[in-house]
């Protein structure tokens, strides 16, 4: 089992920034890579950015793709999403997800990130 605890969302001003953690538990040397989702109200659940454990490369949405940089902390098993140039668009609750190498199968509660226009 893997558990996963995000933290660092909040109210943010257009333009402003926020790091979001995903802190990691149980059997994380199993996780191949760490997403990062998020759901606005009334819309589907999107991708935005997944990190992989081994080689550390990254994967981003076009939405997203110069604003957001997913970093990971091996010694820490956390996960990083540090987003700059926020948008009221961005407004949604975010989740990381860990995938075994079969999908994501483990998901954090998730945090919420509000920008104000």
């Known amino acids: 089992q893997v558990q996963l605890v995000e933290s660092g969302g909040g109210l943010v001003q257009a333009g402003g920034s926020l790091r979001l953690s995903c802190a990691a538990s149980?059997?994380?040397?199993?996780?191949?890579?760490t997403g990062w989702f998020r759901q606005a109200p009334g819309k589907e659940r999107e991708f935005v950015a997944a990190?992989?454990?081994?080689?550390?490369?990254?994967y981003y949405a076009d939405s997203v793709k110069g604003r957001f940089t997913i970093s990971r902390d091996n010694a820490k098993n956390t996960v990083y999403l540090q987003m700059n140039s926020l948008k009221p668009e961005d407004t949604a609750v975010y989740y990381c997800?860990?995938?075994?190498?079969?999908?994501?199968?483990?998901w954090g509660q998730g945090t919420q990130v509000t920008v104000s226009s």
């Open positions: 997800a860990g995938d075994l190498g079969i999908g994501y199968l483990y």
């Open positions: 149980g059997r994380t040397f199993s996780i191949y890579r």
């Open positions: 990190i992989r454990w081994s080689g550390g490369s990254t």
